[in-house]
């Protein structure tokens, strides 16, 4: 008896799962269906965790067009993997359940010949560590520094609660203010408040205090790398790039994703799933829209209406509008690497459209929406999370004797639900208007078949046969039209092989067949004008032709890297 793909959930499209239940979930999918999903690890961290791939779809060792989806590369950004879970669970339904999805049947039948690649959690150890402690981690819970004798905070629990949340200190001049509309809601100081005033720090230690000093907290303080910077393309060291690590993929769990994209060049599109802010931030991240490749502009237009259409995000350029400091492009960035280097579609997904839910308007860049949050949109916030969210992200503050600082209180701040991530209530319409979109993309693959064969009788017992062999998808095989530079992305090749008959000429057993277009152009492109009618010629089409002596069979794999391969055989 089949297992339902219902009977199979454990939970994760309604709240956050730990390491051992997010292991679990992966492990119920491919024990009830091993022919569709399998799972391994590409990387084990220093706690002992591993970072698990679940490869779903069917014929899971033939090489053909795949997506990728990864979630949780920064700690606090758990969204992302219940996400990417969702993906992997509707990609099981396409092929358990399909009547059961909403999506058109044109769509579902192209998916089925599209392998996935699921990282549900980069990052199992700092994602650990948020969802055990609330502390602030960036990517990792580690420090292997060398310089280490600057004073510096390190969050931990101080009262025994469990949580390392935030402390706030009595200051004249400090920065914040308690709101009057809501007691224990710091907010920012002005001219016209009276105090008291407040400082705020981590929850946690000073090491190396002076018993005077006291440093500025910072969210690399302690956990210096963010693995968002430490992958190959245009990476910079960290007087540079903060959070770039010590050199390229230094850290097990990038590197790990660096093997997997250099072992499957058929990747074509790679989604990469953060929070929060509720937008798509595609490619260029260095360089304006000017300089990109229009082909595949036309490509990301597709994609933007798409987000816009099923989820309500808009599109930004990660140049023009998603940089934190004017004309800085980030550097070491995962969307980066994958769309430069790897020739994907690659782009960031920034889940839980906080800005929409205070009513926000939008600024002229999209990154102002984070350092533009007023007074009156966090009082807001504190009502909506009081009322709709349990008060888990302002929980009230308890007096400690705090053993460097003295007298302070404890609480006040746990952004991880309601702020970082969705409120749970919320969790499933996040997870089900994603997978929406990515499957969309997903169906963009390109799909080569052969769709003709003919076979002519000649003298002496020759024949002569011809192939066609066409692209009936959406993207050529080469992917995206600035993918064809790529040292990997070769031409499409034919290679037959003989049974019981021959080749007349054996040179022509091997036949490089070209890259072959799709019919897609992406939107906005001009090919709707009517003005000058027409389209491409025979450009998704080739022919491969073979003269030989004998009856028997022939063998052809047909394909490339980047394409993937299938085997057909011929009979003469």
């Known amino acids: 008896m089949t297992t339902r793909l219902v009977d199979c959930s454990q939970g994760f499209r309604s709240k956050y799962l730990d390491h051992a239940a997010l292991t679990h979930q992966l492990r119920v999918w491919t024990e009830a269906y091993p022919a569709l999903c399998r799972m391994t ?32 590369l920064h700690a606090a950004e758990l969204a992302g993997s219940s996400v990417a879970l969702a993906i992997a669970e509707e990609v099981l339904r396409l092929h358990l359940e399909p009547t059961t999805l909403d999506l058109p049947s044109t769509i579902i039948e192209r998916l089925r010949h599209v392998k996935f690649f699921i990282v549900p959690r980069i990052t199992p150890d700092g994602a650990e560590c948020v969802l055990t402690s609330g502390r602030t981690v960036r990517s990792l819970p580690r420090d292997h520094r060398v310089e280490r004798g600057s004073p510096r905070w390190i969050p931990q629990d101080m009262d025994g609660d469990g949580r390392a949340l935030a402390m706030r200190v009595l200051d004249p001049s400090g920065e914040l203010v308690e709101a009057k509309e809501l007691a224990g809601l710091l907010v920012e100081r002005t001219l016209e408040d009276e105090g008291p005033f407040y400082k705020l720090y981590p929850e946690g230690l000073i090491e190396n205090f ?23 393309w245009s990476w910079a060291p960290g007087h540079e790039q903060i959070g770039a690590g010590p050199y390229p993929a230094s850290e097990p769990e990038s590197r790990g994703i660096l093997e997997l994209a250099t072992a499957h060049p058929e990747i074509f599109a ?63 960035d995962l969307t980066d690497y994958a769309y430069n280097q790897r020739g994907a579609l690659g782009y960031v997904v920034e889940l839980w459209d906080l800005f929409a839910r205070l009513g926000m308007p939008r600024p002229p860049k999209f990154v102002q929406y984070y350092e533009r949050v007023t007074r009156e949109d966090l009082v807001k916030l504190a009502w909506w999370d ?48 994603q997978a929406q979109v990515f499957l969309r993309v997903a169906a963009l693959a390109p799909r080569v078949r052969v769709v003709g064969v003919e076979r002519v009788a000649l003298a002496d017992g020759l024949t002569r046969v011809s192939v066609t062999i066409q692209n009936d998808g959406y993207l050529g095989t080469y992917g995206l039209p600035s993918a064809k530079a790529l040292d990997f992305n070769e031409p499409l090749y034919a290679t037959a092989t003989a049974h019981d008959c021959a080749f007349v000429d054996p040179g022509a057993a091997h036949q490089i067949l070209g890259h072959l277009d799709g019919w897609g152009r992406g939107l906005h492109s001009g090919a709707n004008l009517p003005a000058y009618p027409g389209t491409r010629g ?35």
């Open 41 to 72: 690890s590409i990387a084990r961290t220093p706690e002992g965790r591993d970072v698990w791939l679940l490869t779903v779809g069917r014929d899971l060792d033939e090489a053909r067009p795949a997506v990728i989806v990864d979630g949780n």
């Open 210 to 232: 002076d018993g005077k000093r006291v440093p500025s907290p910072y969210f690399l303080g302690d956990n210096p790398i963010d693995l968002n910077r430490n992958f190959p």
């Open 270 to 332: 790679w989604l990469d799933l953060h929070t929060f802010g509720g937008v798509l931030i595609r490619p260029l991240g260095h360089a304006a829209d000017s300089k990109m490749n229009q082909e595949d502009l036309a490509v990301f237009r597709q994609l933007e209406a798409w987000m816009l259409d099923h989820t309500g995000y808009p599109t930004v350029s990660g140049h023009d509008e998603f940089l934190y400091e004017p004309d800085k492009p980030l550097r070491g």
């Open 386 to 433: 009081r009322d709709e969210n349990g008060g888990q992200c302002f929980p009230p503050w308890q007096p400690f004797d705090h053993p460097q600082l003295g007298r302070v209180e404890i609480g006040g701040v746990d952004p991880r639900i309601g702020i970082w991530n969705p409120p749970l209530h919320e969790l499933a319409d996040v997870c089900r208007t």
């Open 538 to 572: 025979t450009t998704s089409t080739a022919w491969a032709t073979y003269l030989v002596k004998g009856k028997g069979h022939l063998e052809l794999k047909i394909g490339s890297a980047r394409a993937g391969f299938f085997t057909t055989t011929i009979s003469v």
